[in-house]
């Protein structure tokens, strides 16, 4: 059996909106085992980059809260951990390539401060060695001119470089575990396959565990051994990626996998879904899918669907009534 790296039990996330909380993300379970690439889709504003960050304890204090849930790395819940244990592991040990890049840079700093300040803290090396380590982690993301990189501020980088500079930094201490949260938006395709080539020869020679939050389907199809669909802050489904491809069982998935363009069809306008996500403070009774979804019943609109195994489907599972699944819970998978 593979090893797991990453192991989200039951995680239930919720953010503070005038005097109440709201559910931002629900019962969300999964794992990540070593030499990995877990693809996690959905639309904006299904929880997937919230889940990320409660993985990582980065959400705001005061204003949000990891309210139920586990979070085993290497074997230890490190929601439990305090803080000078969890930065020690954040940055070295579990990184992440963030969404937007020019707020996530420090517009004050030039580039070489930022990428050494992590190699330093989490390594036994001099500031010599720290530099060339930067510049070898720049150069290995396609970036012509290391030097004149490091000795920038962001403000003197495109968008496509910044994105390019926080790949470097996630990579840059070799991490067990990398989060990569829509990590080759902002670049063209010749730097795009540049980028994922690196992710899988990271995952091929050090054995890392990926988490690949994105759009794009195509980047799962090639990439990813699993993929887990995300709505509403719920799983809807979890498939291997080839099964999830040729059949998707959820309505939201199926729907997904059609507004994407197929190579020599001629339809002259794409498929949609129609409607959007919910608003996390009115979301609908029973199916949070059932106002989009045009195989709606009443039974979808009274009742939630439980996340349950496909029967004979290994590792794969679904939350809709359609399907008619049995009661067997995921995790006895």
């Known amino acids: 059996m593979a090893e797991k790296l990453l192991d989200v039990k039951n995680l239930r996330t919720e953010f503070k909106r ?16 070593k030499g990995e690439i877990l693809g996690l889709v959905g639309e904006s504003g299904c929880g997937k980059s919230v889940t990320s960050l409660s993985v990582m304890r980065l959400l705001p204090i005061g204003t949000s809260r990891v309210s139920e849930g586990e979070v085993f790395f290497n074997g230890e819940d490190i929601l439990k951990v305090d803080k000078k244990k969890m930065r020690k592991i954040r940055g070295h040990k579990i990184s992440m390539i963030f969404q937007e890049p020019m707020s996530s840079l ?18 036994d090396l001099s500031k010599d ?27 003197q980088l495109s968008g496509g470089m910044c994105q390019r500079v926080m790949i470097a930094m996630a990579m840059s201490c070799e991490p067990d575990l990398l989060i990569a949260d829509e990590p080759t938006t902002a670049l063209d395709v010749t730097i795009q396959a540049q980028i994922l080539a690196l992710m899988e020869k990271i995952k091929e020679e050090r054995n890392t565990g990926i988490l690949l939050i994105t759009h794009d389907l195509g980047v799962v199809a090639e990439m990813c051994s699993r993929v887990i669909v995300m709505y509403a802050g719920r799983i809807v489904e979890e498939a291997p990626v080839r099964e999830l491809f040729e059949a998707p069982m959820h309505p939201y998935t199926q729907g997904l996998i059609e507004s994407v363009p197929k190579l020599g069809s001629d339809m002259t306008s794409l498929p ?18 059932a106002p989009r979804c045009k195989y709606a019943m009443d039974i979808c609109r009274e009742k939630e669907p439980e996340l349950v195994a496909v029967p004979g489907q290994e590792h794969r599972c679904s939350r809709c009534v359609l399907h008619k699944l049995e009661e067997k819970e995921v995790s006895k998978l």
């Open 106 to 123: 420090n517009p004050c700093m030039r580039i070489s401060k930022q990428i050494t300040e992590a190699i330093l803290l989490h390594n």
């Open 18 to 33: 005038d005097k109440s909380w709201v559910t931002a993300v629900n019962d969300v379970s999964f794992h990540i085992n």
């Open 272 to 289: 949609s879904i129609p409607g959007s996500v919910p608003d996390l403070s009115v979301m609908p009774k029973g199916c949070k899918f």
């Open 129 to 155: 060695e720290a530099y060339k380590r930067a510049f070898n982690v720049l150069k290995s993301v396609g970036i012509p001119d290391p030097d004149m990189t490091l000795n920038s501020y962001p403000h």
